[in-house]
């Protein structure tokens, strides 16, 4: 996996080495079912040619950027799920940033809530939801945890540094609890072990019984979280 930045916004690229040795050309495709770019290339490939090759691609990735992950506002009168939780959006006059209010299970929108004010408002609350999980995860395993981080990836809901830092991505707020829950679980198995061996997957279900399930609603779902 590699991260560049295209357009000011950070985006993944899933690598995957050919394993014919024959091979001789680099592809690149959009994968609809993993959200991302995935670039195919021949064994042995050095990273600077890999590099060169995505420049070439820049005007070809920037297009289909804009194809892929089109936006969608968040309208008065439409509903969210906020950790599995339905709220409807309502306009408030008297806010000037939006508010969650739960007794009326509504979510209340100043006049003209910018994109971003409403990004800093959903990773605020994944902050304050998930973390817990991540927490409580690493202490049932007994593994040091450095730090818990909050990013926006159009491709990937989280990951675990060698330096024991966990990143997630915050729009793991608009799935369900559960769903939210694996991710964190998932990550917290890697302070345990760096890889998806069957030893990975054995704890992640101690720790999750319906991890299965819950990655399933994720390759079926996990798209449409994108286009808040
Ligand atoms: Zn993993």
Redesign the pocket.
């Known amino acids: 996996m590699s991260t560049i930045v295209f357009s000011g916004q950070e985006q993944d690229i899933l690598i995957k080495r050919k394993p014919n040795l024959r091979a001789k050309r680099l592809s690149l495709r959009v994968s609809a079912q993993d959200n991302a770019f995935v670039l195919t290339v021949p064994p042995r490939t050095t990273d600077s040619h890999i590099k060169a090759f995505l420049v070439r691609c820049t005007p070809w990735i920037e297009k289909n950027l804009k194809k892929m992950f089109h936006v969608k506002h968040l309208v008065p009168g439409e509903d969210i799920l906020l950790h599995g939780a339905p709220f409807q959006c309502i306009l408030d006059p008297l806010r000037r940033k939006p508010m969650l209010c739960i007794t009326t299970q509504t979510l209340r929108l100043p006049p003209r809530c910018s994109q971003s004010a409403l990004h800093d408002f959903l990773k605020k609350m994944a902050i304050e939801k998930l973390t817990p999980y991540v927490v409580k995860a690493s202490q049932t395993l007994g593994q040091h945890l450095e730090q818990v981080r909050f990013r926006d990836t159009k491709s990937r809901w ?3 540094s060698a330096q024991k830092t966990i990143s997630l991505n915050w729009r793991l707020i608009l799935a369900p609890a559960d769903v939210a829950q694996y991710v964190c679980i ?2 917290a ?2 302070l345990l072990h760096m890889n ?1 061996s069957k030893a ?1 997957w054995k704890t992640v279900e101690e720790l999750c019984p319906a991890y299965r399930d819950h990655k399933k609603w994720l390759k079926a779902h996990g798209f449409s979280l994108m286009r808040v």
């Open positions: 989280g990951s675990c998932h990550e198995v890697h998806h990975f």
